[in-house]
């Protein structure tokens, strides 16, 4: 970024709530922690020169004991997150230092790597806005709370929205302080203020876990190398 500072927020205080009992950031994927594959990435970033990680208060410690196990090249903070993911991440911006851009990602989204976090900062340099998704390949309809299908929109026009996201700082800080409700991406804060967005090539193995099933298929794509 022509030495401009990037800050990155791993956003990892979810509950895990459709895991059956498993923490899905520190479940282990091929050999480590799922948590630990994306702070490897970032760490293998050359242009992103900190991170700020948030965790539930109850994993702060684990957190903190995680990211000691390893020397690591760029500082690394932990904090603890809020009630919704909105939250978590403006409890991560409070403790970014000195940056101009800020790459937002999901800790349930371990599969990230080097060139998508760099395709995210390269793509941000157009509109101070940037985020990976993917070309939906399923026809989709929209229906009411009956199920009644009131509309299939040109599947050609929908993405389905990964992290990572990434924002001016001045830009994702103005848009957190005026949010508005709740939302369940970075970007859409951005775009109530009128801002545009642009969408940058994500990656069908970007897989966020959800369910135990999801955890299954990222140990299946870690096993044949990606």
Same mark, same amino acid.
């Given at each position: 970024? #022509?030495?401009?500072? @990037?800050?990155?927020?791993?956003?990892?205080?979810?509950?895990?709530r459709?895991?059956?009992?498993i923490?899905?950031?520190?479940?282990?994927?091929?050999?480590?922690?799922a948590?630990?594959?994306?702070?490897?990435?970032?760490?293998s970033?050359?242009? +992103?020169?900190?991170?700020?990680? =948030?965790?539930?208060?109850k994993?702060?410690?684990?957190?903190?004991?995680?990211?000691?196990e390893?020397? %690591?090249s760029?500082p690394?903070? *932990?904090?603890?997150?809020?009630?919704?993911?909105?939250?978590?991440?403006?409890?991560?911006?409070k403790?970014?230092?000195n940056?101009?851009? =800020? +790459?937002?990602?999901?800790?349930?989204?371990?599969?990230?790597?080097?060139?998508?976090?760099?395709?995210?900062?390269?793509?941000?340099?157009?509109?101070?806005?940037? @985020?990976?998704?993917?070309?939906?390949?399923?026809t989709?309809?929209?229906? /009411?709370?009956?199920?009644?299908? %009131?509309?299939?929109?040109? %599947?050609? #026009?929908?993405?389905? *929205?990964?992290?990572?996201q +990434?924002?001016g700082? /001045?830009?994702?800080?103005?848009?957190?302080?005026?949010?508005?409700?709740e =939302?369940?991406?970075?970007?859409?804060?951005?775009?109530?203020?009128?801002?545009?967005v642009?969408?940058?090539?994500?990656?069908y193995? #970007?897989?966020?876990?959800?369910?135990?099933?999801?955890?299954?298929?990222?140990?299946?794509? @870690?096993?044949?190398?990606?």
């Amino acid at each position: 970024m #022509n030495k401009q500072k @990037v800050g990155a927020i791993i956003a990892a205080a979810g509950e895990s709530r459709r895991m059956g009992g498993i923490d899905k950031v520190f479940a282990p994927l091929g050999g480590k922690p799922a948590l630990a594959r994306v702070l490897d990435a970032f760490e293998s970033c050359n242009s +992103v020169g900190q991170v700020v990680v =948030v965790v539930s208060r109850k994993n702060l410690k684990k957190c903190r004991q995680l990211i000691a196990e390893k020397k %690591r090249s760029k500082p690394i903070e *932990v904090c603890a997150g809020g009630e919704r993911r909105q939250d978590s991440v403006a409890a991560g911006l409070k403790h970014l230092k000195n940056c101009d851009w =800020v +790459v937002i990602h999901d800790g349930a989204r371990p599969l990230v790597t080097k060139a998508l976090i760099e395709r995210g900062l390269k793509a941000a340099k157009e509109t101070g806005a940037a @985020v990976a998704a993917i070309p939906v390949t399923d026809t989709i309809k929209t229906a /009411g709370d009956d199920r009644i299908v %009131r509309q299939t929109p040109p %599947r050609q #026009n929908l993405w389905a *929205v990964q992290t990572p996201q +990434v924002f001016g700082y /001045g830009l994702i800080s103005e848009a957190y302080k005026k949010a508005k409700g709740e =939302v369940t991406d970075d970007a859409s804060l951005v775009e109530q203020l009128g801002y545009k967005v642009k969408l940058y090539m994500g990656s069908y193995d #970007n897989i966020k876990i959800t369910t135990p099933d999801d955890l299954a298929l990222a140990e299946v794509l @870690v096993g044949h190398g990606r």
